[in-house]
């Protein structure tokens, strides 16, 4: 069970750099304006996949806490 925690946590860490990471992107304006429509499309995704990600991890880690 320690283990399990662990490994969720390490997962939930990772998933939330990238959050952070998509986030700033999306966040800077010239970014936005300047990227292509379907790569500015693709991280928008990423942005929701993480979000669902990182909630599957915050209830497994509760779960299991």
Do not use: I
């Amino acid at each position: 069970l320690d283990r399990e925690r662990e490994r969720l946590s390490r997962e939930l860490q990772a998933v939330e750099k990238e959050l952070e990471r998509v986030q700033t992107l999306l966040a800077n304006g010239g970014f936005v304006r300047r990227a292509p429509q379907a790569v500015v499309a693709r991280e928008r995704e990423k942005l929701d996949a993480y979000r669902e990600q990182q909630a599957r991890l915050q209830t497994r880690l509760a779960e299991v806490s």
